[in-house]
């Protein structure tokens, strides 16, 4: 197997090698988009633009933008909200009027947001993560590089049913989290309700109960009623994404939590891999010195501690499931990420004259090849490592 990882990871570069070599001839145009405003893009607000897209022939869409973001705020290379005046496709997707620019700066190969996005979609239909595609930006006509164009989660993106009143959509809310031992950013809205919105009605109550029940509900009580409240097979999903990527920063945060009607489960929707494969969420290089741990999730801890509905088997099950269809596997990720580079890999010189590999804002003057190198050794590691929890996992459910 290790003989097998070593030809697969030769040949990859090889054909990166030949790639490069004969670029003029595979090479992909990524779609440009020209941001053009007479005004400053800033954080507070939105501000009128047109957004030129350099597509055969060349569009103008009329919409609004502004700079978004938390910690990668203080990088001069900004992420966008962009909200459109009339739906369109941007890259190829599905129409929408709502899309995000991500700038992702602090990752140098741009891929670890959109793997994980495309993994997660890859693991069933309950399993929801934004489509995502590569995109060179311009404002005023002044390159800022590669972006990765994200759809944007909202109520049409989860399939909620808005005429009904026990849907819901909460973006991060800190319902994993002990009560009173979360800050939130808006007081006036601690739990970051997005459906409805919360000016139409306030359903707060809705996720303080969920917290209620994870932190304070008696073992009996949650056994009995976990899985008639969340989807276990799509926290099932999200729990094996956690452990593949050790996205630590995301077992209490960076998802979104939706009920599209009645009746229905609740989900998990993914949002912010960029901590992730040998790398934290700083650019901090992490070979899996420090691991995820789940148990700092109540939800994810209870599950486990009590066994609450058989989950062992559940998340024994699509673990197996994925690694037998191979959505989980070397190849299928390195499949993923030679698309991506093939994708931007006429770009990546632009890129890089525009913003360093060498700035100070990383931790190593890595460049792009060596940060692919390291998400490849990542996963050479941590796939068996897996596979070794999930057999002794096998062995104490028997």
């Known amino acids: 197997m290790r003989v097998q990882k070593y030809i697969v990871s ?38 009128r633009a047109e957004i030129v897209i350099d597509e055969d022939p060349a ?29 369109y496709g941007l890259c190829g997707m599905p129409e929408e009027d709502d899309w995000i620019l991500n700038a992702n700066y602090i990752d140098k190969t741009f891929m670890r947001h959109k793997i994980s996005f495309d993994l997660f979609n890859q693991m069933g239909d309950n399993c929801l993560a934004p489509n995502s595609r590569y ?16 759809q944007f989660v909202g109520a049409k993106f989860v399939g909620i049913d808005k005429k009904d009143d026990a849907a819901f959509l909460f973006k991060e809310p800190p319902i994993f989290y002990r009560p009173n031992t979360y800050t939130p950013v808006d007081l006036n809205d601690p739990y970051e309700q997005k459906f409805p919105k919360l000016k139409d009605k306030n359903i707060t109550y809705l996720a303080q109960n969920l917290q209620e029940f994870l932190h304070n509900s008696s073992d009996s009580v949650f056994i009995e009623n976990v899985g008639r409240i969340f ?22 945060k960076n998802f979104y939590l939706y009920r599209r009607y009645s009746n229905d489960l609740i989900k998990i929707a993914i949002w912010d891999y960029d901590h992730s494969f040998g790398r934290d969420g700083d650019n901090e290089y992490n070979m899996l010195t420090n691991k995820v741990d789940c148990n700092k999730n109540v939800l994810l801890r209870r599950l486990m501690e009590l066994n609450a509905t058989g989950y062992k088997r559940i998340l024994l099950d699509t673990w197996n499931k994925h690694r037998k269809s191979g959505t989980i596997s070397y190849l299928n990720i390195l499949k993923m990420i030679f698309a991506n580079h ?57």
Not at 63 to 82: D, E, N, P, T
Not at 135 to 146: L, M, P, Q
Not at 231 to 252: E, K, P, S, V
């Open 10 to 47: 030769k040949l990859f570069f090889i054909c990166i090698f030949c790639q490069l070599v004969f670029s003029t001839l595979v090479a992909q145009n990524l779609t440009r988009i020209d941001i053009k405003t007479d005004q400053i893009i800033n954080f507070e607000k939105y501000v």
């Open 59 to 87: 569009l103008c869409l009329g919409g609004k933008i502004r700079c978004r973001g938390g910690f990668s705020s203080k990088f001069y290379k900004h992420s966008y909200r962009l909200e459109l005046d009339n739906k």
């Open 135 to 150: 995109a060179k930006i311009s404002v005023n006509e002044e390159y800022k590089g590669i972006f990765v164009v994200m």
């Open 231 to 252: 989807d276990l097979d799509n926290i099932a999903n999200w729990h094996i994404l956690l452990l593949l990527t050790n996205n630590a920063d995301g077992i209490l």
């Open 342 to 398: 093939m994708a931007i890999s006429g770009e990546l010189k632009n890129n890089f004259n525009r913003w360093p590999a060498s700035s100070t804002d990383y931790f190593d003057d890595n460049n792009y090849f060596q940060e692919i190198n390291i998400i490849m050794q990542y996963l050479q590691i941590r796939i068996p490592e897996l596979d070794l929890y999930f057999k002794k996992l096998a062995k104490e459910n028997r």
